[in-house]
């Protein structure tokens, strides 16, 4: 299911499954993670979401540029597995078939536009207004123009937060995210935001 970034907003899935929301809106500070390893996180496009399913057929190219392999290598791809055989080691400039462990969707990823180096802060906070937990990320300067170019010219697209090769959370965009802060709501704990905030920030 869906997490929403809302107002100079955007949706993503992920790590909770679970409907919400975000805004571009500033918010006191709660756990709050510099980022570590910035090279570890990738921002991808979302060309296709393929429905949870059990992993059929052998291993195949899940970086190929072929739309035949692509198909194969999602269908072979085993969600519930441990670490990513990948491992970070996939190339940002190909495509990459990837999922959410937690979900069990996989997706085919388009070539990154923005690294976690893109960011200076994860935090995990209170919503001001509704109370619900949030993830807050603060876009480097560079990070911001280019997330808000991205986002306003894919509008209704998903993007994929991708760590060590696997799917964090896979967004949908409702409008324009300027400003260079983003938020990050759902249905999720705050044990949840906290986790989400520090796989982002690589903490």
Known sequence: MRNILVAVTLVLLGVTGCQGGVSGQAEPEGD???IKD???LRFRPVLTE????????AATDRQSTDPAQQQAAAAALDCSAGPDPLDGRDDPALPLV????????K???GPAFLTGADLSRANARLDSQSGGPLVGLSFTDAGARTWADWTAGNVGKQVAMVLKSRVLTAPMI????????TQITGKFT?????RLARDIAGA
């Open 32 to 34: 709050s993670f510099a």
């Open 38 to 40: 910035g090279s570890r």
């Open 50 to 57: 393929f429905p949870p399913g059990p992993a059929t057929g």
């Open 98 to 105: 990837s999922c959410d462990r937690v979900q069990g969707t």
């Open 107 to 109: 997706y085919l990823l």
């Open 174 to 181: 409702q409008s324009a995210i300027t400003g260079g802060e």
């Open 190 to 194: 705050m044990d949840d935001a906290r």
